[in-house]
């Protein structure tokens, strides 16, 4: 999610707008936590604006990573809940349900804001004894202006 704050990637444009509309508009309703795994993933000086995304991530709360996380993502990756070859996404979700963190706010829509993956996904969680994060978008994640 911190990416498309900076992304000017072609066709990113949609999600660049409504994830700085959430920080404008809606960051504030919330606490807002980042970790080591996507602050190693924002510093990638493979990716555009990688310095500017690692600044934002470096403002937040960082969630510490103990020893345990290791092994929920092998029981992530081992129950097809996540793919083998991108422990990435099966990291930020642990950290997350570790943590017991309310929402896990992502633009990542195969791997976790997917409907059809939150049942399997709360079930594992279910059988390590974590909770599960709301797994959604920024653009699902805007309070109603009453």
Known sequence: MFSFYHDEREGSAYRRQITRDWWRTQRRHYEVFASYFVLREAADE???????????????????????????????????????GDAGDAAHLAVASYHGIDYLLT?????????????HIRKVNRRLGLLTPELVTPEQLFREVT
Not at 52 to 66: F, N
Request: glycine residues 4%; charged residues 25%.
């Open 46 to 84: 493979a990716y555009p604006g990688w310095q500017k995304v690692s600044d934002l991530v470096r403002r937040q709360t960082m969630l510490d990573i103990p020893d345990e996380i290791s092994g929920i993502i092998r029981v992530y990756v081992d129950n097809h809940v996540m793919p083998a």
């Open 107 to 119: 633009w990542n829509c195969r791997h976790l804001a997917n409907a059809n993956k939150f049942d």
